[in-house]
């Protein structure tokens, strides 16, 4: 099975930035599409960002301007710039990639708490 490891989850004050990363732990053909979904206590996982295979991408609206999507094909990363960050976006952040041959798979979550 796939594994997808997480890493730059952190605490900081609301109006910082952090910058997450998520790996594929094998190197995958570029025949997918990876992205970010995040959990609140009590609240229901929801999609933050996708990248997909052709570079295109997705934001949930209430991230658009502030969080930048992008991935390496060649080495299957992807990256979640995150800046002006607000209490609201804390959450355990989720990496994602979905494969047409492979299915899809998730990272086991990284924590990412805003303090104002």
């Known amino acids: 099975q796939v594994q997808l490891v997480e890493s730059g989850g952190g605490n900081v004050q609301a109006g910082g930035s952090l910058r997450l990363s998520c790996a594929a732990s094998r190197t995958l053909t570029s025949n997918n599409d990876m992205g970010w979904y995040r959990q609140a206590p009590g609240k229901q996982r929801e999609l933050v960002a996708i990248v997909s295979r052709d570079g295109s991408t997705n934001y949930a609206d209430s991230v658009k301007g502030r969080f930048t999507i992008s991935r390496d094909n060649a080495k299957n990363t992807v990256l979640l710039q995150m800046t002006s960050l607000k209490p609201e976006d804390t959450a355990v952040y989720y990496c994602?990639?979905?494969?047409?041959?492979?299915?899809?798979?998730w990272g086991q979550g990284t924590q990412v708490t805003i303090s104002s």
């Open positions: 994602w990639l979905r494969n047409a041959y492979l299915g899809t798979y």
